[in-house]
């Protein structure tokens, strides 16, 4: 009877600790996507499949939907692209606000011609980028993607890459809006999209 | 046409999994065979659906003639990272088949000798640890296609041996 009280008293701080912390990350959420810091998303300059400079500014006035892979990957980075291009059509005529892009992870393989042969493959919409190891590694640490060559012992020029694969949605100005989910059909991920566009 | 209906017949244990009747071929069935449309001298894809009505089996290798190497891969997402790995053999029992699909394993076709294009069909051989090859015929759907062709009926591309 005389301990009761002391026993609640510690739940009800510990429960109010975990609403704390709960509002400050929800804060801290809302401060992240809200432009507060630019913490997703930076400038680049990277080369088109048609062999042209292009730089991040090229793409002002248009929503991005930036996704980092490889064309050396059969299997996930083709059923992305696939669901994209797949996204764009659900959009309808909101998908002339969008712009579609592909970074690759893997320049010493995927040259303009090669990202540019490729991502004709999935959509005419769609804008395959490449630039030197050093661009590409500045790029991906503005969107903090990771990646990492994996090599096969008995064949080492098959490597592989493993990479993040998340989908970045960006403001016509550039800011970083919203992650959006690679692993879902085209439908489910224009549900996404429509959801920050305006 | 009358071989048509024998694959159906073939297909039917498949279909209908507490079904009384079993193929007489040998008890690994291999179903669904389709790839994705690819531009020649690139990579392709190989996606199926095998079934074991006997003993335990492993798909151990894939050959076909329209790429210079086939081998078996698994795709896995660690903490939002995919990796593509090779692997030796892929198990596959009674209950439990084996499915070749995007984003797990699949079969990856290294040096296309030829442009793979939506609605083209190709020959396929598929090795096990114990049952005899089997020769199957892979279908092309678009690229980046998340399933097999809609106009692949089920049993289509069976061809037990
Ligand atoms: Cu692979």
Redesign the pocket.
């Known amino acids: 009877m005389s301990d009761r009280p002391r026993r609640t008293l510690p739940r009800v701080l510990v429960g109010a600790a975990v609403l704390l912390v709960l509002v400050l990350v929800g804060a801290g959420a809302v401060w992240f996507t809200q432009g507060g810091a630019p913490t997703i998303g930076g400038p680049f300059k990277l080369v088109n499949g048609q062999g042209k400079t292009v730089t991040d500014r090229d793409f002002r006035g248009h929503y991005l939907l930036v996704y980092f892979g490889y064309t050396f990957?059969?299997?996930v980075c083709p059923t992305t692209l696939s669901q994209m291009a797949d996204a764009l059509d659900a959009l309808g005529s909101k998908a002339a606000e969008v712009q579609p892009l592909f970074i690759t992870v893997d320049p010493k393989r995927d040259t303009p011609q090669v990202v540019g042969q490729y991502v004709a493959n999935f959509s005419p919409r769609l804008v395959g980028l490449t630039g030197t190891p050093e661009e590409i590694a500045k790029v991906a640490r503005e969107y903090r993607v990771y990646y990492a060559i994996h090599k096969n012992a008995e064949q080492p020029a098959d490597y592989?890459v493993d990479h993040s694969s998340i989908l970045y949605l960006m403001s016509p100005s550039g800011a970083f809006i919203a992650p959006i989910r690679a692993d879902q059909s085209g439908a489910d991920m224009a549900k996404d999209i429509a959801r920050h566009l305006s | 046409m009358r071989r048509l209906l024998l694959l159906s017949l073939l297909a039917m244990p498949l279909l209908v999994p507490s079904g009384p009747t079993r193929a007489e071929s040998g008890p690994i069935q291999v179903q669904q065979v389709w790839s994705r449309a690819a531009p020649q001298g690139r990579?392709g894809?190989l996606y199926m659906t095998v079934t074991d009505s006997g003993a335990p089996d492993q798909l151990v290798a894939v050959s076909t003639p329209v790429a210079e190497k086939a081998?078996l891969?698994?795709?896995v997402a660690e903490g939002g990272v995919m990796k593509?790995?090779?692997v030796a053999a892929a198990p596959v029992e009674t209950g439990k088949p084996l499915v070749l699909k995007p984003g797990g394993y699949?079969?990856?076709l290294m040096g296309l000798r030829r442009t793979l294009k939506e609605g083209d069909e190709f020959p396929v051989t598929i090795r096990f640890a114990h049952a005899g090859p089997i020769s199957v015929t892979a279908h092309v759907a678009k690229a980046g296609a998340a399933a097999a062709p809609a106009e692949m009926g089920r049993g289509n591309g069976t061809m037990s041996h």
């Open positions: 990957c059969p299997d592989t | 990579v894809v081998e891969h698994e795709s593509m790995r090779p699949h079969v990856m």
